[in-house]
């Protein structure tokens, strides 16, 4: 037997195109549907605006006379920043890397061309108490920075450990010299 072939009469659509056509529309109209539902829950993931806000501090350093310092608080932390002498400085550079708990150069801790600005987390590295130094009334511990009241940790003008059981240096912020009287933190 011969086969043999249909031929379908002009104008008539077959299925195939159809059902193609329905499953692009299909498909397209859940992927809008996921989207719709899904960017609201992502963008709710973005932090909101008051905490954007505390994210970064600026501070204007015009006011901090030299051998002093103020606390400011970024994220809820205590930030020491401190306007160091030519000599906090001297005795800063001059000690010898092994006689540090945490070795650590003085320059790596500050930023270069302002030497004689130290910022540094003011959380004490052993338990999370708040050392004091940063007020002119307060103990400074032996090596002039400061001292944490809890066990006894003592820091030096840079922020490093030197006695205590404090087993790492002040932590640095993340901060930026905007011009050579205002900071940013964050």
């Not at 195109?17 to 692009?24: E, G, Q, T």
Request: with cysteine.
């Amino acid at each position: 037997m011969a086969d043999t072939v249909t031929v379908p009469p002009v104008g008539h659509v077959t299925e195939a195109p159809r059902r193609d056509l329905l499953k692009l529309v299909t498909v397209a109209s859940a992927a809008i549907g996921a989207g719709a539902i899904a960017w609201p829950l992502i963008d709710s993931m973005n932090p909101s605006q008051d905490v954007l806000a505390l994210s970064a501090t600026e501070v204007d350093l015009t006011p901090i006379a030299e051998g002093s310092g103020i606390t400011v608080l970024w994220r809820g932390k205590p930030i020491f920043v401190r306007h160091r002498t030519p000599e906090e400085i001297k005795s800063a550079e001059d000690v010898p890397l092994n006689q540090l708990i945490e070795p650590q150069p003085d320059s790596q801790r500050v930023k270069p061309g302002h030497t004689q600005w130290i910022i540094v987390i003011g959380i004490c590295t052993h338990l999370g108490c708040v050392p004091l130094g940063n007020k002119p009334t307060d103990p400074r511990g032996e090596w002039g920075g400061w001292f944490c009241p809890c066990h006894g940790s003592q820091y030096d003008t840079s922020g490093r450990v030197r006695h205590g059981p404090a087993p790492l240096n002040l932590n640095l912020p993340p901060y930026a010299f905007e011009t050579d009287t205002k900071i940013k933190i964050g």
